[in-house]
């Protein structure tokens, strides 16, 4: 066998390891672009989300009174209780005399709800026997002995009692002001058997309850 002859006979040998060795990349090449397939199917899983929250806030209610009609401010305890101005001295009462007295509640500015509100007696110190009372509701603020009114309280009432259910409503203002007030009209009457120098007094508790 010549050199010349040698050279064919290696030809189909290289051929076939290239072939091979070319399988063999094809193979990887195809497994990596299985691969990528899979890791774009990955990034592809998209995730959202939605949240909500709700905020809490109590509202604003507060009940004011006033003596004059127009200054409304807070008397929250039977020791800080306004002092009704009667139109008689009550201080020097005479047996049939009638005095009376003038007041005005309502719901203080940003207040956020109605109300009603309820009379009750807050109790009374002294003798305060031979004297009754009357509570009107009343248009306009003022009160003497002639003022007339829806009764709220009747004539003859004893003055340690209230009635039951003695109730009337009020409303919140608008737009962060104070509510329409309503006015009161307390009327004392002293009896035909007042004791000279008793001395006596009472007082009354406004009870409002949001609605």
């Known amino acids: 066998m010549t050199d010349t002859d040698a050279v064919p006979a290696a030809g189909p040998t290289r051929s076939r390891k290239r072939r091979t060795m070319s399988r063999k990349v094809k193979a990887i090449l195809a497994g990596g672009l299985v691969l990528g397939v899979g890791a774009a199917v990955t990034l592809a899983a998209w995730n959202d989300s939605e949240f909500a929250q709700g905020t809490f806030t109590a509202g604003t209610f507060n009940l004011v009174g006033s003596t004059d009609g127009t200054t409304f401010t807070d008397h929250a305890t039977a020791g800080t209780a306004a002092t009704l101005g009667f139109t008689v001295n009550a201080a020097s009462l005479s047996p049939t005399a009638v005095t009376a007295a003038p007041f005005a509640v309502e719901l203080a500015a940003n207040t956020t709800n109605n109300a ?3 009379v009750s007696s807050a109790g009374t110190t002294g003798t305060v026997t031979q004297i009754t009372y009357e ?26 009692t209230v009635p039951g259910s003695v109730t009337f409503p009020l409303a919140q203002g608008t737009g962060g002001a104070a509510g329409a007030p309503v006015f009161l009209c307390f009327k004392m009457t002293a009896g035909a058997g007042l004791v000279q120098g008793q001395t006596g007094s009472a007082t009354w508790q406004f009870t409002a309850a949001s609605q």
């Open 116 to 118: 009603v509100v309820t």
């Open 135 to 160: 509570l009107l509701q009343t248009t306009t603020f003022g009160c003497t002995a002639a003022t007339t009114g829806t009764d709220l309280v009747p004539a003859g009432t004893a003055l340690t």
